[in-house]
């Protein structure tokens, strides 16, 4: 075999790093030894990989092609060596969720899944749909949790659980108490909504099709805690996940307004990299993730 797995690591720190001396710092390795692994597998193949663009090293064409291959051929040697020395523990997993599910789902299943013998730890990154989907496409997050759509030829979208978008406004603003709100009463309502590029904003501008040009739109937040304030306080009335929403509804500090006619539908989805190894961490995180989403469904009549 004419490469290493430790070649492989340095190539794919690079990748990530963009820069030899913090890939270097990444794998605990000196700047010139890094970069002898890279000179090395480069000139074993006769191949370029990156192109110096000021003191970056970006990948070239020839580097992101054989990116996904390598990032899958280490995953699985890693896997390999854990199934082989029993007395390590399991990988770090990487997991990137976007914020309604950061914020109120995937802490109490880190909390199972690192309480589990055998398992690793998990780091969790939060964000919208678009910067965890860039995470995954780049192999920063070994999976995604997102709620909102998206197509990208290098990411595999997998349903996990069904969602749906509630609007609300606090208990004495002037909508509070109706029955049903119709278009011009969205049209009149001065909104406080989710930043562009978020799950939620995408499924709201669906949702409110035919409409949107002509929104009150006051304020765009990237935090559900700080919209939710800021109706509270009677600035105008919100969209967000009923999973955000279910403890201010209980104590009365938000109420819900119903808005027939206007689909607020969704799903939560798995992201993965489709070159990505599935590894036996990863098949358990979405497995806990189902047992959750299961558990949290309402009984059906025959159940109940």
Not at 68 to 77: G, H
Not at 85 to 92: P, Q
Not at 158 to 165: A, F, H, K, M, V
Request: proline share 4%.
């Amino acid at each position: 075999m004419k490469y290493t797995l430790r070649q492989l690591e340095v190539f794919l720190a690079i990748a990530r790093q963009q820069h030899l001396t913090r890939a270097a710092e990444s794998l605990a390795m000196s700047q010139s030894a890094a970069s002898s692994a890279l000179r090395e597998l480069e000139q074993q193949f006769s191949i370029r990989l990156f192109d110096r663009v000021g003191k970056r090293l970006q990948l070239n064409e020839s580097g992101q092609l054989i990116r996904p291959r390598a990032e899958a051929l280490l995953a699985e040697a890693m896997a390999l060596q854990q199934s082989l020395d029993v007395h390590s523990e399991a990988g770090r997993l990487k997991v990137g969720a976007t914020l309604t599910i950061g914020n109120y789902l995937a802490v109490g299943i880190m909390a199972r899944y690192m309480n589990e013998p055998g398992t690793g730890r998990v780091s969790l990154d939060v964000g919208n749909t678009e910067e965890i989907a860039a995470k995954v496409a780049n192999f920063e997050a070994d999976i995604g949790l997102i709620e909102g759509e998206l197509h990208h030829p290098d990411i595999l979208l997998t349903p996990w659980q069904d969602d749906e978008l509630v609007v609300f406004c606090a208990p004495d603003h002037s909508l509070a108490g109706r029955p049903a709100l119709d278009d011009r009463d969205l049209l009149e309502a001065t909104w406080i909504v989710r930043e562009p590029g978020s799950g939620t904003r995408q499924t709201f501008n669906r949702a409110l099709h035919g409409l949107l040009p002509q929104l009150n739109i006051l304020l765009e937040l990237q935090h559900t805690e700080a919209i939710k304030r800021a109706v509270e306080a009677g600035l105008g009335i919100g969209c967000l996940s009923k999973v955000t929403l279910t403890e201010a509804f209980r104590r009365g500090s938000l109420v819900p307004l119903p808005v027939p006619g206007r689909d607020f539908q969704r799903q939560f989805y798995f992201a993965l990299h489709r070159h990505k190894y599935v590894s036996a961490g990863i098949e358990r995180w979405v497995s806990l993730c189902r047992e959750t989403a299961a558990g949290s469904r309402p009984p059906s009549d025959a159940q109940a």
